[in-house]
């Protein structure tokens, strides 16, 4: 594994600071301030000035080295900040000074420790007493970290797209203050955070095809679920009026910009509420949210610009007219719909009943050029099977999806609490399932059981907090939210 030059050269090194009894992975670490409390602490000295009474022990990853003879300049980058530190023989030694010379490299960890100074050019410094090496690293960092661009291999490779890349940490901190921020906006409502199973013996809550695992001890399949729903509606029978949860779904279809297989879902559900308080609701989180993350209300995201403060609503066939330049006759039509959606590329299935060629002229008209925040409402029922009807128009769902920069961010509804109406909607599901719609849901005879015990009037809604954070960041693709996406395997005789 560690078999080419660069990495012989600094094994190499390794066992020279042993044979200076210098352990290369020494564990005994002192640290008396992270370098951004280092920087702000002394950031009132001026040029020239050292403040020799107080020394500090900092730690950080080599990020740059300038030798000059009988001294030399480091940058350590720690999680906080880098911070600039100067070395010298006359301070350190000429033993010590050597053995720094000749096996620190970019790369390692180490640890220093001095009093600050403020160098000729105005950089604040911590003028090293001595030093320490906490780890050899024997993998050299790519290109001298003048960055790190290879896609590939920075979604392969995450750990080291995050010591090259900054500003990738900063993303992901701030999906942290994302998912934090969130939790914190339904506690502060009365929700009660719960969690439910990973793996149902009923894949269901979704139009999705599952992944299949096996339970040795229970010799039964089972499915890594594709949606947390039907659990945390059961929860609402049993009497908990406002649950949450954020945790991962798991889908196994294809991978792009916006879909990787394993993703984070916010679901919460809210007894005695409708589908129009929800959209109330998610307008207010989004508030609270650019608030909280100090963002303005209009946000570039790519080549194109949110506005947060012009939240629009829209029913669903009216935005596939308005929208997406179809007409109301061939919204009637399905031969014409088909032929249409064929002639632009789309693959359609022809077991596909009219509501969901609907859905396929939606997901091609009119989604891409959702912009701005738009809750599109009233989807055909043919395609909301766990949604109220609406009372008005039976044919329709008391349902909404939230559309922001052309993609589905929320989808929410008030729920069906009838259990013969949900009975008779799974068995239209398995009539689907077998005509060929892999994604179509099984039916979840405890589930119906369980509605028959009396569910209240409930809204429900999921977030996609994968694309959340995508819009928030300013990221285009899903891989640059996800610490470790899913990707290829790599060719034969190479590591993941």
């Not at 013996?201 to 010799?219: K, M, Q, S, V």
């Not at 109330?280 to 989180?285: D, F, G």
């Not at 508030?287 to 995201?301: C, D, F, M, N």
């Not at 719909?337 to 596909?352: E, I, K, P, Y």
Request: charged residues 25%; contains cysteine.
């Amino acid at each position: 594994m560690f078999d080419n030059p660069y990495i012989r050269q600094r094994l190499s090194k390794a066992q020279q600071l042993r044979a200076h009894h210098c352990n290369p992975y020494d564990n005994s670490v002192k640290r008396s301030l992270s370098n951004a409390q280092f920087l702000q602490t002394f950031s009132a000295l001026e040029v020239g000035q050292k403040d020799m009474a107080n020394t500090h022990a900092l730690v950080g990853r080599v990020k740059f080295m300038r030798l000059m003879g009988k001294a030399c300049f480091i940058k350590i980058e720690d999680q906080s900040a880098l911070l600039q530190v100067y070395l010298s023989q006359n301070d350190l030694g000429k033993e010590d000074f050597d053995l720094f010379k000749k096996c620190v490299e970019v790369g390692d960890i180490v640890n220093v420790e001095g009093y600050p100074f403020v160098t000729k050019t105005k950089e604040l410094s911590l003028h090293a007493t001595s030093y320490k090496i906490l780890t050899k690293a024997v993998v050299p960092l790519p290109e001298k970290f003048h960055g790190l661009s290879d896609i590939e291999l920075r979604y392969r490779q995450r750990y080291v797209d995050l010591i090259a890349n900054p500003e990738v940490r900063e993303v992901f901190r701030q999906r942290s203050a994302i998912v934090a921020c969130v939790r914190a906006f339904f506690e502060k409502k009365g929700f009660l955070e719960v969690e439910t199973p990973m793996m149902h013996p009923i894949a269901g809550g979704a139009n999705a095809r599952p992944f299949i695992t096996y339970h040795n001890a229970l010799e039964v399949e089972r499915y890594l679920r594709i949606a947390p729903e039907l659990y945390l509606k059961r929860l609402v029978v049993g009497g908990f009026e406002a649950v949450f949860e954020i945790n991962r779904n798991f889908r196994n279809e294809g991978m792009d910009h916006s879909h990787n297989p394993e993703f984070t879902m916010l679901e919460f559900y809210w007894a005695y509420k409708t589908y129009e308080d929800l959209i109330a609701m998610t307008k207010e989180l989004f508030g609270v949210l650019l608030e909280h993350l100090g963002l303005p209300t209009k946000l570039p995201y790519g080549d194109v610009e949110i506005d947060f403060g012009a939240f629009s609503c829209m029913p669903f066939k009216q935005a596939l007219v308005e929208i997406g330049g179809l007409t109301h006759a061939l919204l009637e039509d399905t031969g014409a719909l088909s032929a249409l959606l064929q002639a632009n590329g789309v693959d359609v299935n022809g077991a596909l009943g009219g509501a969901h060629l609907l859905a396929e002229a939606f997901d091609t008209f009119v989604e891409p050029k959702l912009i701005n925040p738009t809750f599109i409402t009233h989807y055909p029922i043919e395609i909301s099977p766990l949604a109220r009807r609406n009372d008005i128009d039976p044919s329709i769902a008391d349902r909404f999806e939230l559309f922001i920069a052309g993609k589905e961010i929320a989808n929410g509804f008030s729920e069906l609490n009838d259990p013969l109406d949900q009975h008779q909607r799974f068995e239209e599901q398995v009539k689907a399932k077998e005509s060929g719609d892999e994604e179509a849901q099984f039916m979840d005879s405890d589930y119906v059981w369980a509605l028959g015990h009396g569910m209240p009037p409930t809204a429900g809604e999921g977030i996609g907090i994968d694309r959340l954070v995508m819009l928030l960041t300013n990221s285009k693709s899903i891989k640059d939210v996800i610490f470790f996406p899913a990707m290829k395997p790599l060719k034969s005789n190479q590591s993941e």
